[in-house]
């Protein structure tokens, strides 16, 4: 071996998103052994092994929820504050119009997939007839609704936004305050930008402490994951898990598309650099929790301006979330095949917006579909016990979700980012 080709396999080697790799595909190799399917060991000894070897990955989601909220304040305080007052508006405004559209884009192709693929339909009725009401919270689909998103938007108390983690809430805090900044003069302004500043370095300094350790986290979670699921839940309802998963591909197609002509980027080169957020979104199935370096990858390795990425990464964290629009379309109508249930016009008009506005409201959190999800079949007059049929797969397929709004975020970012240059 020469020279040359040792000293790039070695690099390789170093490079984190390749170790990562490497843990994503021991952890899956590990649960499937520990698991159902091949059961090397009794079920309660794998649960148990399975919680060791994800408590690395909890504290890590922890420590990253630590530094999500004052890195989401500060980031868009100085987004805003660092940037000129038309071009924080542009940002904002142009940012909101592009989520809107992909969210309707991504509604538009789940109806498609289903109308084509017809997952309903390969139901058994002796299944259905099995399956008992689930145990679910229902919301109040006109509470959760436009008319609830709307009034629920502007924050009323901060400390208990804070603490309940309402991401939308805070970033509209985030934003009036950057605004008000901009009013004011630089001696007034000083201390509380620096202050946000010295937050935003902390924040990021733990952060990169807490990615020399990925590769043990993604190993851990994905490892506990498959043993608790499993891999035969995916046989019961395989078309539809089939066709989520192309719903996802189409997705991050449509995203390469949107780099190639509206940034005149390399897509491949776009979703090379992407690899280290995606494996990271794949293990901890959270947005949120990714947000921090989701931030990082956008300004450093997509070389995105901050005062575009500290605006779209928090903001599209919060709302854009194409993935989940498109799920929450799939499973409704691949609910309403398995029934036998004709839907009118107007109730599929009815769920592309209940599913836009659904992923807008949806928290960045594991699993948090669920209980919007059955708001959605309750409005519908559909049969909430339903959700029965989704409930074994849909963490597996949350993981998807997580990686499609992840990259959908740093698409957001690249995109307006070029646009608004």
Not at 193 to 205: A, G
Not at 212 to 219: D, E, L, M, N, R
Request: glycine fraction near 8%; include cysteine.
């Amino acid at each position: 071996m020469t020279s040359p080709e040792l000293s790039e396999r070695l690099k390789l080697r170093e490079q984190l998103w390749f170790k990562v790799i490497i843990g994503l595909f021991a952890g899956f190799m590990v649960g499937a052994l520990l698991g159902e399917n091949f059961a090397f060991v009794q079920r309660e000894v794998a649960l148990t092994i399975g919680e060791w070897i994800a408590l690395p990955g909890y504290i890590f989601m922890t420590l990253l929820k630590f530094v999500v909220i004052p890195l989401v304040i500060s980031s868009v305080i100085l987004g805003i504050y660092q940037g000129q007052n038309n071009k924080a508006l542009n940002t904002l405004g142009f940012g909101l119009i592009y989520i809107l559209c992909t969210s309707a884009l991504a509604t538009g192709l789940a109806f498609f997939l289903a109308g084509i693929i017809e997952p309903g339909n390969a139901i058994n009725n002796s299944f259905l007839g099995a399956i008992e009401e689930h145990n679910v919270k229902q919301l109040n689909v006109i509470e959760h609704g436009v008319i609830g998103i709307i009034k629920g938007i502007f924050p009323d108390n901060l400390f208990r936004h804070m603490n309940n983690t309402d991401m939308l809430q805070l970033v509209v805090a985030a934003i009036i305050v950057g605004f008000a900044l901009l009013n004011m003069s630089k001696q007034e302004t000083k201390p509380l930008v620096d202050l946000m500043q010295s937050i935003q370095t902390v924040c990021m300094n733990i952060v990169l402490w807490l990615m020399k350790y990925t590769p043990i986290v993604v190993f851990g979670l994905i490892a506990n994951t498959v043993i608790n699921k499993g891999l035969g839940a995916i046989t019961a309802v395989s078309l539809f898990f089939l066709n989520v998963v192309i719903g996802l591909l189409a997705l991050l197609l449509i995203y390469m598309l949107l780099i190639t002509f509206l940034t005149k980027r390399n897509p491949f080169e776009f979703m090379k650099n992407c690899r280290e957020v995606m494996a990271l979104a794949l293990a901890t199935s959270s947005s949120s929790a990714t947000m921090p370096v989701t931030l990082r990858v956008t300004e450093n390795v997509h070389k995105v301006s901050p005062q575009v990425s500290r605006l779209i990464i928090p903001l599209g964290t919060t709302i854009n979330m194409d993935a989940t629009a498109m799920y929450q379309a799939t499973v409704v109508l691949f609910i309403a095949q398995a029934f036998g249930i004709d839907l009118s016009t107007m109730q599929l008009v009815s769920i592309v917006l209940l599913a836009i506005v659904a992923s807008i409201g949806a928290p960045g959190i594991p699993s948090s579909s669920i209980p919007i999800l059955a708001g959605t079949l309750a409005s519908q007059g559909l049969p909430v016990e339903g959700i029965a049929l989704i409930l074994g797969v849909d963490r597996l397929l949350d993981m998807g979700r997580s990686v499609v709004n992840v990259t959908g975020d740093m698409t957001a970012a690249t995109v307006l980012d070029r646009f608004i240059k």
